[in-house]
């Protein structure tokens, strides 16, 4: 488990340049905003929780069609599928190295990147916090999508139409957690509760379903 954790790491940060495209693509979008929205200091700062996520979650996607189409074009899908292990530990292991690639730099550039939408303290560090945890589930479902269209050449587009609808719910309570953290009287704790918790069912669901679509896509 180790060596594959330490290869998928690799691979993750190699193909597509995961860690920093998905950097790069949300400092974009990040940076763009103000532009359209204009010099309104207040209107920036409480449509900055929602810009933050919907950046994150567009940079998620970036790497996601390759988690699995790199060891489908190799043959090492096929090893994973006949190996000792569980394939869903292996699902597991594989997301874990791709949202520290891909997800991890996101988290950590969010401070930075929440100054340019005027965003309080307080409101920097629930951003951050709130990506912290919803940013795996983000992944972790992805694993599904990019499972699902292994073997499709050109799967990304599907991936992004099969995924979009089940990220909605991570997304309405990451960005209600942020404003709750800023806006009297919105409250941030039962948000940010209710995001664990489908961080915590991604982690059981998505390995599980990914697993199985893997099995039904070598089929």
């Given at each position: ?14 193909i597509g340049?995961?860690?920093l495209?998905?950097?790069l693509?949300f400092l974009i979008?990040v ?14 700062g409480?449509?900055g929780?929602?810009?933050l996520?919907i ?6 996607l970036?790497g ?12 090492s899908?096929d090893?994973?599928?006949l190996g ?5 530990l292996m699902?597991?292991v ?6 520290i690639?891909?997800?991890l730099?996101?988290?950590l550039a ?5 100054l340019?939408?005027n ?18 589930a983000?992944t ?8 699902l269209?292994v073997?499709?050449?050109r ?7 099969l ?7 991570i997304?309405i309570f990451?960005?209600?957690a942020s404003?709750g953290a800023?806006?009297?009287p919105a409250?941030?704790d039962t ?7 489908l961080?915590l069912?991604?982690l059981?669901?998505?390995?599980i379903?990914a697993a199985?679509?893997l099995?039904?896509a070598?089929?």
């Amino acid at each position: 488990m180790g060596a594959l954790f330490v290869r998928e790491l690799r691979l993750s940060v190699r193909i597509g340049g995961g860690a920093l495209m998905g950097v790069l693509f949300f400092l974009i979008v990040v940076t763009v905003f103000p532009f359209a929205v204009g010099p309104d200091l207040n209107l920036l700062g409480r449509l900055g929780p929602a810009i933050l996520w919907i950046g994150a979650l567009l940079a998620t996607l970036l790497g996601l069609d390759r988690l699995f189409q790199a060891d489908q074009e190799d043959g090492s899908l096929d090893l994973l599928l006949l190996g000792d292990h569980p394939l869903e530990l292996m699902v597991l292991v594989k997301c874990a190295a791709q949202w520290i690639a891909t997800g991890l730099p996101l988290v950590l550039a969010t401070p930075l990147l929440s100054l340019f939408l005027n965003l309080e303290p307080v409101g920097i560090a629930a951003v951050t916090a709130t990506l912290l945890v919803g940013t795996p589930a983000l992944t972790l479902i992805g694993a599904i999508g990019a499972a699902l269209t292994v073997i499709l050449r050109r799967g990304g587009l599907l991936l992004s139409i099969l995924i979009l609808p089940l990220t909605i719910p991570i997304l309405i309570f990451g960005v209600s957690a942020s404003v709750g953290a800023v806006t009297d009287p919105a409250p941030f704790d039962t948000p940010f509760y209710i995001l664990c918790a489908l961080s915590l069912m991604s982690l059981v669901v998505g390995p599980i379903a990914a697993a199985a679509a893997l099995r039904g896509a070598q089929e």
